[in-house]
């Protein structure tokens, strides 16, 4: 299937420092979507992106939807102790169904006190 | 309260014996998907349902069978499973899969392991 390209997989960061992550394919997306999945359980939708060049903000995270429409980033700013986990970017493809959704491999994020 | 449950929530099992997890949600959904999630592959879409009696293909269905005969029911069957499907699995539902409706609420997860 296609893949979303997700970078970076892993972070070590100290609490107060901001966050930056993105997700990049070669085809055009229609929606893009950010998770957090806290360990043990599911995921949970952060900020959901509908059209190109939209930016959006949900408290300390910001989530823009790439002018290419091939591209996201979310960046978290400030981090805390709580923003320990794994994040993903998901995407519905161009062309496809509506109900068919993509998920990034993960950013394993890791918030040092 | 508005969830979406998973039964059972661990299963060991051993290859060939047909098994199903059921996946219910209470919240009056229209889409519901399931999907397996593996280190370093991120989640992958098994099925996905957009109304009832209305289910396709998502990336990964191999091996696998769904029904969706109630809109708050949508179960996963594995009717001879193997190894590699040993995986954290999720149920997931959200209003619509249209337009601005793309709020999936995950289920707490089944880990499935295949000896």
């Known amino acids: 299937g296609q893949q979303l390209n997700q970078s970076p997989q892993s972070m070590f960061i100290q609490e107060g420092e901001d966050v930056s992550m993105n997700c990049t394919s070669s085809?055009?997306?229609?929606?893009w979507l950010w998770y957090k999945q806290d360990p043990g359980e599911g995921p949970v939708l952060l900020i959901a992106?509908?059209?190109?060049?939209e930016l959006t903000s949900n408290g300390r995270l910001t989530a823009q939807f790439g002018i290419t429409r091939k591209d996201s980033f979310l960046n978290i700013s400030a981090s805390i102790p709580s923003d320990v986990g794994i994040y993903f970017c998901?995407?519905?493809?161009?062309?496809?169904?509506?109900?068919?959704?993509?998920f990034g491999q993960g950013t394993i994020l890791t918030v040092h006190p | 309260e508005a969830q979406v449950t998973q039964n059972p929530r661990y299963l060991i099992t051993v290859t060939g014996k047909k098994l199903t997890v059921t996946c219910s949600q209470n919240?009056?959904?229209?889409?519901m998907s399931w999907y397996r999630q593996d280190p370093g592959l991120g989640l992958r879409q098994i099925y996905y349902?957009?109304?009832?009696?209305?289910?396709d293909k998502g990336d990964v269905p191999e091996g696998y069978k769904v029904s969706r005969k109630e809109k708050r029911n949508f179960p996963l069957i594995l009717e001879s499973p193997s190894p590699n499907q040993t995986s954290l699995y999720f149920c997931?539902?959200?209003?619509?899969?249209?337009?601005?409706?793309?709020?999936?609420?995950f289920g707490p997860g089944t880990r499935l392991t295949v000896t």
């Open positions: 998901a995407g519905q493809l161009s062309g496809t169904s509506y109900g068919k959704l993509t």
């Open positions: 085809s055009i997306f229609n929606t």
């Open positions: 349902s957009m109304n009832v009696e209305v289910t």
């Open positions: 992106l509908y059209k190109a060049g």
């Open positions: 919240m009056n959904h229209e889409y």
């Open positions: 997931a539902s959200s209003l619509s899969s249209r337009g601005q409706s793309y709020e999936q609420y």
